[in-house]
Every structure is written in C-alpha cells, then in structure tokens.
C-alpha cells in the first residue's frame, strides 16, 4: 500500500545553534584557558620586572583563573590544594609564584605528566 506523503521545506534555514568554538570539548577549551593564563601571568612578570604599572595585567590573571577554576570542579588534577597556591599567589600578587604554580599546572595537562609524576600536584615542587 502507497500513500501520498510529502515534506514541506522549512520557511527559513534556521542559524547555528551555537558558534564554532562552542563544539570544542571542555577538556581542550581547559587546556587552552590555561595556556592563556600562562601567557597573561608571563607578560605580567616581564611588566613588573621592568618596573610598570601590571593592574590590567592583574585583574586579567584573576579573571581568567576564575573561569579555569569554574572548570576544575569537574577534574582532579590540580586539586584544591594547588588551586588554593595558586590563587593565594595571585592575590598577593607574587609573580614568580604565580607563574611557576600557572606553567606547572598548564604543561602537567599538556603533557599528562600529572598521570605518573607526583610532584605535579605537590605546590612546593
């Protein structure tokens, strides 16, 4: 038995649900984040070691680890305990701290090094 069936066309062609950088996976999106507030905390250290004003640079550091720290609710590595240095440093504004705690953070994810090496998580290292 046939029937008679046809689809009608949509009146419009609706637009993307979301942008592009939306369907990266929030374990790339983490590492990228990171990485960027590796790069911010840099250029902050170079600007203080040359005797300027860092507040933007600062304020920038701040905000972007709060949007990391929103995501590492869901993962274990770093931990609370690395988390708490590095946010501890940053708010005192020690950047040498805060950039070793950052690039420790952000090469163990790159690397996975915090899989089979300890020393990843310990802040003191």
């Known amino acids: 038995m046939l029937t008679d069936t046809t689809v009608q066309p949509p009146a419009t062609v609706p637009a993307p649900a979301a942008p592009l950088n939306d369907f990266f996976s929030a374990a790339e999106a983490r590492t990228d984040r ?17 005797g300027r004003l860092e507040d933007s640079l600062v304020a920038e550091a701040l905000g972007l680890f709060g949007d990391v720290a ?5 993962f274990a590595y770093p931990g609370p305990r690395l988390m708490a240095a590095i946010e501890q440093a940053l708010v005192e504004r020690n950047t040498g701290v805060s950039l070793r705690l950052v690039q420790q953070v ?9 899989r089979h090496d300890g020393g990843a998580w310990d802040p003191l290292q």
């Open 34 to 50: 990171w990485r960027q507030l590796s790069a911010v905390v840099r250029a902050w250290q170079a600007a203080a070691t040359r």
């Open 70 to 74: 929103a995501l590492e609710f869901f």
């Open 106 to 114: 952000s090469t163990a994810l790159m690397t996975s090094a915090y």
